[in-house]
Nanobody
Framework: QVQLVESGGGLVQAGGSLRLSCAASGRTFGDYAMGWFRQAPGKEREFVASISWSGVGTMYADSVKGRFTISRNNAKNTLYLQMNTLKPEDTAVYYC???????????????????WGQGTQVTVSS
């Protein structure tokens, strides 16, 4: 089982930037694809971005494409989400998630991810 701890959330004005981090422990981080999801108040959790185990393959939701960048540092067991040009509609709790299977490519399917962090709040003011 892997433990995931997100950090880096906060309050930012529209147009600003934040970088989220997700520290992983408990298993070989570099063998597993990772993802970011978010959940806004009153809405279902939605896919944001994912990255393959190697870091070569990435996938983004259309709503964040061109503004957000997912990356990973396997030597530091850490996943990142660089968020630029933030909009009020990006306000949500952001969760990182780890794939259940080894050596997979990126995916938007939440059912693929068996481990989840506790989330970090991102609030974008207009």
């Amino acid at each position: 089982q892997v433990q995931l701890v997100e950090s880096g959330g906060g309050l930012v004005q529209a147009g600003g930037s934040l970088r989220l981090s997700c520290a992983a422990s408990g298993r070989t981080f570099g063998d597993y694809a990772m993802g970011w999801f978010r959940q806004a108040p009153g809405k279902e959790r939605e896919f944001v971005a994912s990255i393959s185990w190697s870091g070569v393959g990435t996938m983004y939701a259309d709503s964040v494409k061109g503004r957000f960048t997912i990356s990973r540092n396997n030597a530091k067991n850490t996943l990142y989400l660089q968020m630029n040009t933030l909009k009020p509609e990006d306000t949500a709790v952001y969760y990182c998630a780890a794939d259940s299977a080894r050596l997979q490519g990126p995916t938007s399917l939440s059912s693929r991810f068996g481990s989840w962090g506790q989330g970090t709040q991102v609030t974008v003011s207009s």
